[in-house]
């Protein structure tokens, strides 16, 4: 059985970065797409980074492309998403989620919460100005 921990959350300023892990145990990462997804009080889940498990394709939301960037690292069963540029509106709770197989997104066909399996504790990320 698949099991995802998040960390790398906290508190920080405007314009600062933030690096979040998604660590897998149970089961190899590379066999599963792997996306991240957000929720701020009061709205729903959205996703805002995927990565496929066999070409490494990857899928930002409008709201984070050219500021966050997803990347694996087989070695150590970890994906990790670099936040740059951090707004107060990425202020959320952060979670991991994996699909078995390579799932693909485009501008017109965002991630969808029921194409996941698996689910993290989440961590949560706080712009504070």
């Known amino acids: 059985q698949l099991q995802l921990v998040e960390s790398g959350g906290g508190v920080v300023q405007p314009g600062g970065s933030l690096r979040l892990s998604c660590a897998g145990s149970?089961?190899?990462?590379?066999?599963?797409?792997i996306g991240w997804f957000r929720q701020a009080p009061g709205k729903e889940r959205e996703g805002v980074s995927c990565i496929s498990s066999t070409d490494l394709t990857t899928y930002y939301s409008d709201s984070v492309k050219g500021r966050f960037t997803i990347t694996r690292d087989n070695t150590k069963n970890t994906v990790y998403l670099q936040m740059n540029s951090l707004k107060p509106e990425d202020t959320a709770v952060y979670y991991c989620t994996a699909a078995g197989g390579s799932l693909y997104y485009s501008d017109t066909y965002s991630p969808r919460v029921k194409d996941y399996d698996y689910w993290g504790q989440g961590t949560q990320v706080t712009g504070s100005s």
């Open positions: 149970g089961a190899r990462l590379d066999y599963y797409t």
